[in-house]
C-alpha cells in the first residue's frame, strides 16, 4: 500500500506535511548531535596526544639504558599518537557528514514545499468548478423563476387577449420567448459545467492526486536512502573497531609483549655488577657501660631484681611469637599442599595449569615461598633471643637474682669509711670519750657487749654432716682462726647448733638489704646467710665475696631438705657448714668458695631484744613506739616498717638508719641501731621525750618565752651546720620533723629524705613535697643544697616564733608557692625579736647564694642569745 491510494484524504495531506516537518526536525537533532560527536571527538584526540606526550617525558637517566619495559612504552606513547591522530581524522569526516545532511535537510525542505504547492494547484482547479457549477446552478434557478413568471404572464395575456394578438402580447410574448431562451442557455452552461466538473474531479482523484502522492512517495523514500547513508558514514567514523584501531591495538600489543621479565635487567645488571655486599656489623658500644663497671656487660643480658621479671615475661612473649611462626608456616603449608602437610615443609605445586593459571600459580608458589622464609626468618630470629634470654636466665640458676640498682652505693660507701672508722675508734678507745655518743655510751654500761652477745665467736663445727677429711680438718683449724670484722672481743669461736633457730647464728643477718650486705663483704670468701622476701615469699641466701658479690638462694628438696648444687642437708646451717668445710664452690659456674663468716654488726640488733612499750607517733611507714632494750634496760624510741611495704619502701626506710649511722651530735637524733633479723624491721633510736617539736610548741605555747624560742633556733642551727659539714642535705626540715627533750633541747629527726651530696637533683617528679617549706630553686628546678634546708630553716624560726601556727595559713601550695615567686614574704610572728624576723628574711632571700650558711646562722643566734643573757 503506497501513498497514492492510502493517503488521498485531505487529513492524511495534512499527516504527510506534519510527518515532513517532524524529519525535519529529527534531521535537525541530529546534525546538532553529530556535531557535537565531532567536537568530542577533536578533544579526545587533543587530550590523547597530551596523554601520548606525558607518557614520552619518561626519564631519560642512564638507569634505564636497555630496559625493554622503557622501550615499549615509547612505542605505546606513539601508537597512543597514532590513535589520537586517527581520532581527529575522524572527527573531521564527521563534520563532513554533518555538512551533508544539512544538504538533506535543505532539500527535504524544498521538496515539502513543492508537494504542498503542487497539491494545492490540483485541488484549486478542481474547487474552481465546484464553484461553477454551483453559481451556475443559482443561475439557473434564477432563470428559471423570471421563464416561470413571464410564461404565467404570457398565457394570463394570451387568454386575455380575443385575437390573441396585438402589441401588448406581443411585448408580452417577446419577454416571454427571452426568458426562454436564456434559460435554455443556462441550462445549457449548467450541464456543460457539471459535465466539466464530473471530468475535473474525475481526473483529480484518479490521476492527479494519486500522481502527485506517488511522486511524494518516491522523493520522501530517495530522502531516507540519502538520509541513512549519512548515518551509516556517521557510524562508521565513531566505529573504534575499525581497521585502523585495530591495527594500532595490535601495534600496542605487540610492543608490549616485547617486554621480556628475564631480559629486563640484563644491561641494567651487566652496567651495574658488583660483588655480594659485606654483612653489616652491630656491635656493643663499649664506651657506654665504660662508667659503668660490673653492673652492665657487653653484648650481655642483665639479670637482676630489677629486669628479671620483664626478662620473664619477655621471653614468655618471645616463646608465643616462636609457636605463632611455626603454627603460621604449618597451616601455609598445609593450605599450599591441599591439607596436607609435608615431611620437609616444602610447598608443592597444586597442578594448575592454564595459561593464565600457570603464570599466577607461578606467582602464588613464589609469594608463598617468600612468605614461608620470611617466616622461618622471623621463627629463627624469635628463637635465638628466647634462647639468650633462657640462657642468661639459667645461668643465674640458684644464685638469688643481683641488685639492679646501686643508688645507695656513694652512701654506703661513705658509711663503709666512716662508719667503720667510728667502730675502729671505739675498739681503740677503751674508755668513751665524749661525742663518741650512744654507742659508746651503751658500750661503756656493757651494753653492747651483752648486744652482741656471742659475736665474734668462731664458726665451730659441732658435728658435720659428713666425716671430715683431712683437707677439711686443715681447714677447721682456720676456721678456729676466723676473725669476724665486726668482732672487737678478741677470738671466740661461734658454735653451730642445728637446734637453735637459724636467726640466732651470727652469721645470718635476717632481712639486711642487699647493698648493706655487699657493704660487709669485703673479701674473696667473706660470706653470711640472710633472707630475702620475693613475691611473698621468704627465701633464705648466701651471699658471698667472690669476684664480686654472689647470692644463692638456698634451694629446698620434696623432702625439705637444703641444698645448692651439692647434697642436701636437713638444716641450713648444716648446709653452710658443708660448704664450708669442704671448700667446695657453691655453685660450678661461680667457683664461690666460702671462707669467712661474717656476723652481724653491732648495729644489727636482735629484734628478740627489743620490748614494744607504747606507740608514740604514727610515721611515713608505720608507727612509732617508746620500746625498752631487754639487754640494758635502756628506753628507746622504735621506728617501725609496715610488714606489707614492698621491698623497694623497706630500702627507702632503712636509709634513714644507715645515714643516721654516721652522725653524732648533740642536736642530731642518735641511732642505736637497726633489727632486720626478723618482720617487721625497726629501727632503733634514743628516745626523745619531749616529742615533735611542732607538737610541743603547740601544746606549750603559753609558757614559751623568746630565750627559750631562740635556745630552740640555736639547738636546731647547731644540728644543721652539722649535717652541712658533712654535705648532708636533709631535704625536709621542719617543726613536724624536729623533736624536743625536756631541756627544750632540738633535736633533729626525720632523715627519710636525706641526701648526702652537696647538691641533689630529683629527676623522678617531686611526689610529696613539703611545698611551703621548701626553697623555689628545689620547687622549680629539683635543685637541692645546704641552702634549701637554709631556706626550710627560716620557716622552721617562723614556726618556733609562731607557736606552731602553719604557714602561709590559708593559702594552698600552688598560691603560697605563686606568691613566694612574685617576692612574697611571710610577716613577722608577733613577739618576734627584729634580728630574728630579719633573719628569717635572709633565710628566704630568693637568691640561694644571697642566703646565710649554718655556719653564720648559728652565730647570729648564739650572739643574740649572749646579748639576750647578758642584758639580763
Ligand atoms: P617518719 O619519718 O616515718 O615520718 P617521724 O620521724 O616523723 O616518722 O616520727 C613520727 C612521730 O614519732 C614523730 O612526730 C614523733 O612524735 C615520734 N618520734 C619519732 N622519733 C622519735 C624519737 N626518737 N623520740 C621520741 N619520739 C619520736
Partial sequence: ???????????????????????????????????????????????????????????????????????????????????AKQ??????????????????????????????????KIAARLNHLTDEVVRKKTEYQKHLEGYKALRTRFEEHYIKAPSRSGRKLDDVRDKYQKACRKLHLTHNEYVLSITEAIEVEKDFRTVLLP????????????????????????????????????????????????????????EFTEKHKTSPTTPLLFQFDETLIEDIPGKLQSSTLTVDNLTV???????????????????????????????????????????????????????????????????????????????????????????????????????????????????????????SSPGLGIMNELMRRGGVLTLLRGRGRHFKRKSTPQPATPMTRSRQGRFNKMQPRSQSLGSLSISLSTNRPLYEEEWFHGVLPREEVVRLLNNDGDFLVRETIRNE????????????????????????????????????????????????PVTVKSGSILRRPICRERWELSNDDVVLLERIGRGNFGDVYKAKLKSTKLDVAVKTCRMTLPDEQKRKFLQEGRILKQYDHPNIVKLIGICVQKQPIMIVMELVLGGSLLTYLRKNSNGLSNRQQMGMCRDAAAGMR????????????????????????????????????????????????????????????????????VWSYGILMWEIFSKGDTPYSGMSNSRARERIDTGYRMPTPENTPAEMYRLMLKCWAADAESRPHFDEIYNVVDALILRLDNSH
Avoid at 581520532?87 to 527535504?108: G, I, Y
Avoid at 566505529?239 to 584501531?245: E, G, H, I, R, V
Avoid at 658471698?544 to 631438705?561: D, R, S
Avoid at 626553697?775 to 622549680?780: G, K, M, Q
Wanted: one cysteine or more; hydrophobic letters at 35%; charged letters at 25%.
Fill in 1 to 83: 500500500m503506497g501513498f497514492s491510494s492510502a493517503l488521498q484524504s485531505r487529513a492524511a495531506h495534512e499527516a504527510l506535511i506534519v510527518r515532513q516537518d517532524a524529519e525535519l526536525r529529527l534531521m535537525e537533532t541530529m546534525k546538532r548531535s553529530i556535531q557535537m560527536k565531532a567536537k568530542c571527538d577533536k578533544e579526545y584526540a587533543i587530550s590523547l596526544t597530551a596523554v601520548a606526550q606525558q607518557g614520552l617525558k619518561i626519564d631519560r637517566a642512564d638507569e634505564m639504558q636497555g630496559s625493554l619495559i622503557t622501550k615499549s612504552w615509547r612505542s605505546y606513547m606513539d601508537e597512543l599518537d597514532q590513535q
Fill in 211 to 266: 500522481g502527485l502522492l506517488e511522486h511524494q512517495q518516491s522523493v520522501q523514500e530517495s530522502f531516507i536512502l540519502l538520509w541513512r547513508n549519512i548515518l551509516q558514514e556517521a557510524a562508521q567514523y565513531g566505529d573504534l573497531t575499525a581497521d585502523k584501531y585495530k591495527e594500532i591495538q595490535k601495534r600496542i600489543d605487540t610492543v608490549i609483549g616485547a617486554i621480556n621479565p628475564t631480559e629486563e635487567y640484563g
Fill in 309 to 431: 621479671d620483664w626478662l620473664r615475661n619477655r621471653l614468655q612473649e618471645l616463646e608465643g611469637a616462636v609457636k605463632d611462626c611455626q603454627e603460621k608456616q604449618l597451616k601455609m603449608i598445609e593450605h599450599v599442599n591441599g591439607g596436607s602437610p609435608v615431611a620437609n615443609g616444602s610447598i608443592i605445586s597444586n597442578g594448575s595449569n592454564t595459561s593464565n593459571g600457570i603464570q599466577s600459580n607461578k606467582d602464588s608458589q613464589c609469594r608463598q615461598s617468600k612468605d614461608l622464609n620470611a617466616l622461618r626468618c622471623q621463627e629463627k630470629q624469635k628463637q635465638k633471643l628466647v634462647d639468650m634470654i633462657k640462657c642468661a636466665l639459667n645461668e643465674v640458676g640458684c644464685e638469688e637474682l643481683p641488685s639492679g640498682c646501686d643508688d645507695h652505693l656513694t652512701l654506703e660507701q661513705n658509711f663503709i669509711e666512716n662508719g667503720y672508722n667510728n667502730e675502729q675508734q671505739q675498739r681503740s678507745n677503751s674508755t
Fill in 722 to 789: 652539722y649535717l652541712e659539714s658533712k654535705n648532708c642535705i636533709h631535704r625536709d626540715l621542719a617543726a613536724r620533723n624536729c623533736l624536743v627533750d625536756l631541756e627544750h633541747s632540738v633535736k633533729i629527726s626525720d632523715f627519710g629524705m636525706s641526701r648526702e651530696e652537696e647538691e641533689y637533683i630529683v629527676s623522678d617528679g617531686m611526689k610529696q613535697i613539703p611545698v611551703k617549706w621548701t626553697a623555689p630553686e628545689a620547687l622549680n628546678f629539683g635543685k637541692y643544697t645546704s641552702l634549701c634546708d
Fill in 537 to 584: 615469699e621468704s627465701q633464705i641466701v648466701l651471699s658471698v665475696c667472690w669476684n664480686g658479690h654472689k647470692h644463692f638462694i638456698v634451694q629446698t628438696t620434696g623432702e625439705g631438705n637444703f641444698r645448692f648444687e651439692g647434697p642436701p642437708f636437713a638444716s641450713i646451717q648444716e648446709l653452710i657448714m658443708h660448704q664450708y668445710h669442704s671448700e667446695l
Fill in 87 to 120: 581520532f581527529k581524522f575522524n572527527a573531521e569526516q564527521l563534520e563532513v557528514v554533518c555538512d551533508k545532511l544539512t544538504h538533506l535537510s535543505q532539500d527535504k525542505r524544498k521538496a515539502r514545499k513543492a508537494y504542498q504547492e503542487e497539491h494545492a
